[in-house]
């Protein structure tokens, strides 16, 4: 049960840090490691099992927004909000956060050189991705100052998720990480009103964890809390396409102790058909479609609603899951269950591509000899799915699609039967809503006052509102990151200050992260070997190959922290595929490049270290 905890009452805490981060995504890797850098000792806690912390950072695209004028950007920003109200220093310290992201890579981050998106020429497949972010609104004043930041050229592999993460790393001395360990109740003082410190579900026990100077909140959203999604956002359900750590705890935990809300409206997502991924049951995270699938909105095919009418444009290009509304740009209504209607002639088509982008496609497609029998399998109207059918196949014989203008050109009118319908749900890449915070990144309270030693970044309670530019999170994420663990680093004199001390019988552990693992700790056997890559999106993959007479026999994985879902799909079948064609140089899985990738390399590293002798002695 949830209930605040009253420091005044607190007599024993079991651990005594300066700062506590909670959250281990880029804001809260940010927190910490600029908390440290200010002399604090740090506290990193996480809902999320190793290999697994990193929350939207782990999964996004890499790419950091970033604008070169104040005064354009900030004009640029202000028709992204539109109607909706913003603090203007809120404002201005995010937009000059914003103009100063390619010497915050190389100042902070270590990278010498920080490539521009809009200056540096991409390989096709990230053109192809990119060019519609930057700028995403071309038609606002000032779109001509946005560019992207990345770490290398390169996108969707975790580079900055692993450069962040290893500017935390390298300060073990002064930052502490606990994994598996989430937090459950801010402690605050009933009398002065300040956060002392936070009670955490440490190994199964709770324990109350005491903060000197600050609580940073960076845990990211409630994409996982279907209660919260229909009660803050007001739609049946979404599908997430992101972690599945981000469940809303920080929505309870600061309304525990009186912060104000905002932005609870505000989400943003991505995929085919304006903002799209697959209904399946059988997969807790919707597929991220990527690449072009332009069989989805090119031919005898359209969305329909739950009664069976159509209700977005099939061929417009939405705008991280937004669509154009009578003016702006909004996320369109969500309905419980939307499906792709399609004919006979469509299912050719989509059939004849081969390898689709969504293995599944074909599995959960439904099918039915009539429009009428169609309906009621996916439980539509069949009098509105026959209806729709005929207005789109007029539609097409004039080339003008009167209801939603979808281009004309697009459209082929339905043939004869069978017919089909496959699953849809809308996409859900993170949630804005939060706790409301300052330009010095202070939890606010119900009038707009700070919370005294509160701090948040991040998504928790973003700046974001109304319409979106992409990476415009990640920018916050190390703005406010570092804003917020700075300030909470600041000593305070308004608490008792207590020395690092453990009065607990609770084994507390140590930092979770994993040392580097020493290849020495494995064992092998005649004609196997060991290797290693360090580009998993979960850090280290080690496997052991049976190498023998020029063959690959076997290849285990012995090491890795990759995705739970298409991650794991890597590490389960490409060992199976690289024995079979003798070969590491596999077909990557669909949607785990950066996983593959990384199989691949540590793969290559054993065979390498199987052939060396014989080249050596060759020599």
């Not at 000032?142 to 450069?163: C, M, N, R």
């Not at 990480?177 to 955490?200: C, F, M, Y």
């Not at 609580?215 to 049946?236: L, R, T």
């Not at 979404?238 to 104000?260: F, P, S």
Request: charged share 25%.
């Amino acid at each position: 049960m949830n209930q605040t905890i009253d420091t005044n009452k607190q007599s024993n805490w079991a651990a005594t840090y300066d700062v506590i981060v909670i959250g281990f995504g880029a804001a809260g890797a940010t927190a910490a490691r600029f908390a440290a850098d200010n002399g604090a000792k740090v506290l990193l806690t996480d809902a999320a099992p190793e290999g697994h912390e990193g929350g939207n950072t782990r999964y996004a695209g890499q790419v950091v927004l970033t604008g070169y004028d104040f005064d354009k950007m900030k004009q640029y920003f202000k028709q992204l909000f539109g109607p909706i109200k913003i603090d203007e220093k809120m404002l201005d310290t995010y937009v000059h956060g914003l103009t100063t992201i390619p010497d915050y890579f190389k100042r902070y981050l270590e990278i010498k050189n920080p490539v521009s998106y809009n200056k540096v020429h991409r390989d096709p497949d990230f053109e192809a991705f990119a060019n519609g972010l930057s700028p995403e609104y071309p038609e606002f004043e000032g779109s001509e100052t946005v560019d992207l930041t990345t770490v290398h050229d390169g996108y969707f592999d975790a580079s900055l998720w692993k450069t962040l993460r290893g500017q935390v790393t390298k300060r073990e001395n002064q930052i502490d990480v606990w994994l598996a360990s989430p937090a459950k109740h801010l402690i605050q003082s009933h009398e002065t009103g300040v956060v002392e410190g936070v009670q955490i579900q440490r190994h199964d026990q709770l324990v109350d964890i005491k903060a000197n100077n600050g609580v940073v909140m960076a845990m990211g959203g409630f994409e996982n809390n279907n209660d919260d999604i229909q009660n803050f956002i007001g739609v049946p359900k979404l599908k997430v396409i992101g972690t599945l750590y981000n469940k809303g705890d920080g929505l309870k935990m600061a309304q525990e102790v009186g912060a104000k809300l905002w932005h609870m409206k505000s989400f943003e997502g991505f995929g085919f058909n304006t903002g799209f991924t697959f209904e399946n049951t059988a997969e807790a995270r919707g597929k991220f479609i990527l690449s072009p699938w332009p069989d989805l909105s090119n031919g005898s095919i359209f969305v329909a609603a739950d009664d069976g009418s159509r209700y977005v444009r099939e061929d417009e290009n939405g705008r991280h899951g937004h669509a154009f509304e009578h003016g702006s740009w909004k996320n369109p209504t969500v309905y419980s269950h939307p499906h792709l209607i399609f004919d006979r002639e469509q299912y050719r088509q989509i059939k004849s591509r081969g390898k689709l982008p969504y293995d599944d496609f074909f599995k959960i497609t439904v099918k039915a000899n009539t429009i009428e029998e169609l309906a009621r399998k996916i439980k539509a109207n069949p009098k509105t799915l026959v209806q729709t059918v005929e207005r789109f196949n007029v539609f097409s014989e004039n080339g003008e699609d009167l209801t939603l203008n979808r281009s004309g050109d697009t459209m082929r009118a339905f043939g004869d039967g069978p017919y089909y319908a496959t699953p849809l749900a809308t996409a859900m890449l993170n949630t804005q809503g939060g706790a409301k915070r300052n330009e010095q990144a202070q939890v606010l309270d119900a009038f707009d006052q700070p919370i005294p030693h509160l701090y948040s970044a991040g998504e928790f309670g973003g700046i974001n509102a109304n319409q979106y530019n992409g990476g415009g999170n990640l920018a916050e994420c190390l703005i406010f990151g570092k804003i917020a663990g700075e300030n909470a680093a600041t000593v305070k004199h308004d608490i008792e200050v207590t020395p690092e001390s453990t009065s607990t019988t609770v084994d507390l552990g140590g930092n979770d992260l994993s040392s580097d693992q020493a290849l020495s700790n494995y064992s092998v056997g005649k004609d196997q070997y060991l290797g290693v890559s360090d580009a998993g999106i979960g850090g280290r993959v080690i496997v052991r190959v049976t190498y023998r007479d020029d063959q690959l026999k076997n290849v285990e994985v012995l090491e890795e922290s990759e995705s739970e879902d298409v991650g794991q799909k890597a590490m389960t079948e490409l060992p199976k595929e690289m024995v079979t064609q003798n070969t590491y140089d596999v077909d990557a899985v669909s949607g785990a490049s950066s996983s593959s990738r990384a199989l691949k390399s540590a793969v290559r590293n054993a065979i390498q270290k199987a052939t060396q002798p014989a080249k050596n002695s060759a020599d």
